[in-house]
């Protein structure tokens, strides 16, 4: 029992705070002045300076704040002397009555150089250490000043990655081109027996939110080895050097950890093509990518290291950059197609309660252009809207609300319009439908609405691509055209009146007229020339401000052939309209009375409308 009572009182932890420092600080004090200073007798100035007329001083010390010295003391007929210490008086009579009684006494200098070297010097050293100490804690370990070259990649190891192919899908050309690489790290034996060379960099390309850095985690993921992050941007900082120490930093620590992967997202913030700074000089973004350059020629792609970089911008990334032996091989990540958005929903709504009778074919087929980051982003919005109606699944009605959400904005149901704003809207909405209907290459409308959405939306017309498309025609050109006039076209037949309600729909009509004439090579006029320059590189003539490489007199024809395309839309969806004018005012009435007009209930309501202006007709 005794041994156990020992071991409880060896596991008790042993406090220790400030106050034994100041307990132990005052016994030192106390010790001091009651020890080390024995028989000091403290006196008054007017005893002092009755002692001093008595002859029983026999010597001070004068300073500016007392007075200490020797005095002579008769104690039972023996004489000793004592310390004594009194505090100084400004008196001017004191050093005569020394002199006058033969006192030996002695002034103190005090020099100030100690004063003013403390708080000249080590005050404002102290302080601005402090402060020093106080800001860089608050920013954490990595900034200071010690670590400003240290590289900021984030490395992951393999459990932590927890990312294979079977969490990508939609890119399955970009997964086949990855493979050779994956197989190389899994296997490098396999490539040098035959004295193969692995490329030392992929280059991912593709469309913000395609999933360019989910396949590059993937491809660390499928081959098991280390993944190093980071991006482009976290390179470059204000201090000239720190950006190429961060490469070397890097490197070296990829080098350390081979086989592994460096991975560079937002690779045109640091590879820009050099000679874009219009100041002119030697940037510190240029040497850090002269840096990089070189560290991608020097190391060996033998050991097992491979950069991976991402960029939706190649064209702004230098030339030097993608010459065989830095950047071998570009990835194009493609936005998916029907069967890849059908597969990219499925992994996304892995994890989501799905109605049984829910159909993601029909969402994808709903939502041409999407991206990864679009989809996934879309079933969350299904998800938080099941749970938000207290649903214990989700359904297809709150996907298909969530891709109006995505698409036009939030609804605005809360917004008060006065009857005459409403009559516009439902006219302007029902003259979009009723063109797409009536034009023979138009994408069938899925929805009408008059409900506001978004920023500036006070109705809008959605239509449902058939299939994905990779072309269109001139016919098709004219009739989107067309179906973006229709609005306007309507407003001004039914009220003789024009709106500021079509402002977006001529931005888009005319940005495609302006797409066939200058790009597209479709005006009969300006024949099979391109007045048009794309984003092109610096080293191939790009620059910030692309001149204009034609004649002031082509300009005006090129706005003449925008304005006769824009022209020819407007009369020809008038007369289209003019003709199914009592349809039109059909569509609109029944668009106010219930706000929202479904695809299907849209087409019956046509039939009924067309039945009913036949009969009239023939009346």
């Excluded at 300073?63 to 023996?78: D, Y």
């Excluded at 080895?225 to 890097?250: C, I, K, Q, T, Y």
Aim: net charge neutral; hydrophobic share 45%; aromatic share 8%.
């Amino acid at each position: 029992m005794f041994k156990d009572f020992k071991k409880i009182q060896i596991k008790m932890p042993k406090k220790f705070s400030v106050w034994h420092i100041i307990i132990a600080f005052g016994f030192f004090i106390l010790l001091q002045m009651y020890l080390m200073n024995p028989g000091v007798r403290d006196i008054t100035y007017s005893d002092f300076k009755k002692l001093v007329k008595d002859g029983n001083v026999l010597e001070c010390h004068i300073t500016h704040t007392m007075v200490r010295g020797k005095l002579r003391e008769i104690e039972r007929g023996t004489t000793k002397n004592v310390i004594f210490i009194t505090a100084r008086v400004d008196d001017p009579d004191l050093v005569k009555d020394l002199e006058s009684m033969g006192v030996r006494y002695a002034g103190h200098y005090e020099s100030p150089w100690f004063r003013t070297f403390f708080f000249s010097w080590v005050m404002p050293l102290l302080i601005l250490f402090v402060v020093w100490r106080f800001v860089f804690k608050r920013f954490g370990p990595a900034s200071s000043i010690m670590t400003f070259g240290k590289s900021k990649g984030r490395l992951y190891a393999q459990e932590d990655l927890n990312v294979t192919f079977d969490d990508v899908a939609g890119i399955d050309e970009a997964k086949e081109e990855l493979q050779e690489i994956i197989e190389f790290l899994k296997t490098p034996e396999k490539f040098r027996a035959l004295g193969g060379k692995i490329p030392k960099g992929v280059l991912l390309v593709g469309a913000p939110g395609t999933g360019k850095t989910l396949l590059a985690k993937a491809v660390a993921g499928e081959a098991g080895v280390p993944f190093f992050n980071m991006s482009g941007s976290e390179f470059v900082e204000m201090f000239v050097g720190v950006g190429a120490a961060r490469v070397r930093d890097l490197f070296n620590q990829a080098d350390q950890k081979a086989p592994c992967i460096i991975f560079i997202d937002e690779l045109d913030a640091l590879g820009k093509a050099r000679g874009a700074n219009p100041m002119g000089g030697h940037d510190e973004r240029e040497q850090t990518l002269n840096q990089l350059l070189v560290e991608m020629d020097g190391f060996d792609s033998n050991k097992g290291v491979i950069i991976m970089g991402a960029t939706n911008r190649p064209e702004m990334l230098d030339s030097a950059l993608l010459r065989p032996g830095r950047f071998d091989r570009q990835v194009v990540v493609d936005r998916p197609d029907l069967h890849g958005r059908e597969a990219i929903l499925n992994v996304h709504a892995k994890d989501v309660k799905l109605e049984k009778e829910i159909n993601l074919h029909s969402v994808a087929a709903m939502t041409p252009g999407f991206v990864g980051a679009d989809l996934a982003n879309l079933v969350n919005e299904a998800a938080l809207l099941a749970a938000r109606r207290n649903k214990k699944a989700v359904g297809m009605p709150e996907f298909e609300e969530a891709i109006d959400r995505i698409m036009a904005g939030l609804e605005k149901k809360k917004r008060l319009m006065n009857m005459k704003e409403k009559e516009i809207v439902a006219y302007h909405e029902s003259g979009h439908a009723l063109v797409a209907c009536s034009l023979p290459h138009a994408d069938p409308v899925r929805k009408i609405s008059m409900i506001p959405r978004g920023i500036g939306a006070l109705g809008y017309t959605l239509q449902k691509p058939t299939e994905d498309r990779y072309l269109m025609t001139r016919t098709e050109l004219l009739d989107r055209v067309a179906i973006f006039v229709g609005g306007r076209v309507a407003e001004e037949i039914i009220f003789n009146e024009i709106s500021t309600g079509a402002q977006n729909d001529l931005e888009k009509a005319t940005e495609i007229a302006k797409l066939m004439v200058k790009e597209y090579g479709m005006s009969d006029k300006m024949g099979l020339v391109t007045f048009e320059q794309g984003n092109r590189p610096l080293f191939l003539g790009g620059g910030f401000a692309a001149s204009k490489e034609y004649s002031e007199e082509t300009a005006r024809e090129i706005d003449l052939e925008i304005k006769k395309i824009m022209d020819e839309s407007f009369h020809r969806v008038k007369a289209l309209l003019t003709e199914k004018k009592e349809i039109l005012r059909g569509m609109a009435k029944t668009l106010m009375e219930q706000e929202v007009i479904e695809g299907e209930e849209l087409k019956k309501l046509l039939e009924e409308l067309h039945k009913a202006n036949e009969k009239s007709a023939r009346a």
